[in-house]
């Protein structure tokens, strides 16, 4: 989870692994990163994700992690929101 993300991204490693395939759509998106780099979102993509026993259809962003030098799914806000989660950072919950 990434309270500061805006929108969840899912790298493209990982997103050829899922059964059934994700059909990538063209990009549609230039997004700035840490450091003042550029990255191409391909999507939204509708995925089912299952987290905390509540099972949700969210929007996540593609990002060719080849390219990109990033590895990691990422959660963002609007995941949290979505799904009504709350952080308890002191007792390590979601």
């Given at each position: 989870m990434d309270t500061g993300g805006q929108v969840s991204v899912l790298p493209l490693s990982l997103c050829q692994k899922l059964k059934p395939p994700v059909?990538?759509?063209?990009?549609?998106?230039?997004v700035a990163t840490y450091g003042n780099n550029t990255v191409k979102f391909h999507g939204p993509v509708p995925l089912h994700v299952q987290l905390c026993g509540l099972t949700i259809l969210h929007p996540f962003y593609i990002v060719d992690d080849s390219k990109a030098g990033l590895a990691p799914a990422i959660g963002g806000y609007d995941l949290m929101k979505s799904g009504r989660m709350v952080l308890d950072i002191d007792n390590q919950l979601l």
């Open positions: 059909n990538l759509p063209v990009p549609t998106r230039e």
